[in-house]
């Protein structure tokens, strides 16, 4: 198996919709295709239910899954330690949210004016981890939003955004200048899949359990307000279309944008990313 063909497996197995995998590889749909297929003859069993609502896995590719997780962190240690040993300076960073955030596009081209000889390899990570892969060691730091369980973590917070609900631009809710949680209470609300950290997720749930769909990523939660009339929340200040509405959340903490790396790790590479961190969303 070729690594390249479980990472695209990877992609497809947590979308579950190869249209929203084939975007998040920047490739076209059909090649995508032929590849998983390919991987489905290459071991022999059907990996992926196809239907027009997209896909499910069957039992063989929750295992393969699970090993082509494993292999591919396994790859990228590899790749990092060699990389170390032929004296190359790599620094990998876990980012969650939205990639279009002014500050984090301030410290892409900060930390590349500053060290130049450092190659940054960053992971795309979804709402289930919200440290990115800290804990399992696949990213030096992330880029992130708290609050979630900071245990055996060092987090610098970069800056605070107030937080809203997201509704449908036609929902009754969505013409008012404020809302409380209480408000929310008969409303579905997206949820997050079993073993999301659970500070995370009491914070995005309004801070109790809720009944809803299960989401991993933005555009998830979002798809979920327009086809269901699911509320959730979301900082404040992001663009959102013309058929959502985001009213401000009365009593609601902000939420924060952090860098968070494991406390005790003597990279140097980590400290200078958290400070120009630092520096470029304190503009």
């Known amino acids: 198996m070729e690594l390249r063909t479980l990472y ?5 197995a947590e979308e579950l919709h190869f ?9 076209s749909q059909p090649p995508l295709s032929r590849a998983i297929r390919q991987l489905e003859d290459e071991v022999g069993a059907l990996l992926l ?16 899954l699970d090993e082509a997780r494993a292999l591919l962190a396994h790859a990228d240690r590899v790749r990092e330690r060699t990389s170390a040993a032929a004296g190359r300076a790599v620094l990998t960073v876990g980012i969650l949210g939205d990639g279009t955030d002014p500050g984090a596009a301030r410290l892409a081209a900060a930390y590349r004016r500053g060290h130049p000889g450092v190659e940054i390899r960053v992971r795309d990570a979804d709402l289930t981890d919200p440290t990115c892969g800290l804990r399992a060691g696949l990213v030096d730091v992330a880029l992130t939003r708290a609050p979630f369980d900071e245990t055996a973590l060092t987090v610098r917070t970069l800056r605070t955004d107030p937080v809203g609900v997201v509704l449908r631009a ?25 073993g999301t950290d659970p500070v995370w997720q009491s914070y995005w749930n309004g801070g109790r359990p809720r009944e809803g769909p299960v989401v991993r990523a933005v555009h998830e939660c979002l798809q979920a307000v327009l086809w269901n009339g699911t509320v959730g929340l979301a900082p404040l200040g992001h663009d959102l279309s013309a058929e959502l509405a985001v009213v401000p959340l009365a009593g609601m903490p902000p939420s924060r944008v952090v860098a ?17 961190a630092t520096a470029a969303y304190r503009h």
């Not at 695209?8 to 497809?12: E, L, N, Q």
């Open 19 to 27: 249209g929203r995998a084939a975007h998040r590889l920047h490739m």
């Open 8 to 12: 695209y497996f990877v992609a497809v």
């Open 170 to 194: 036609d929902d009754p809710l969505a013409g008012r200048e404020r809302l409380r949680v209480a408000d929310l209470d008969d409303r579905p609300w997206f949820r997050f899949p079993p």
């Open 49 to 64: 239910t196809r239907s027009p609502a997209g896909v499910s896995l069957t039992p063989v590719g929750a295992v393969l």
């Open 260 to 276: 968070a790396w494991n406390t005790g790790d003597a990279n140097p590479l980590v400290r200078s990313f958290a400070d120009a």
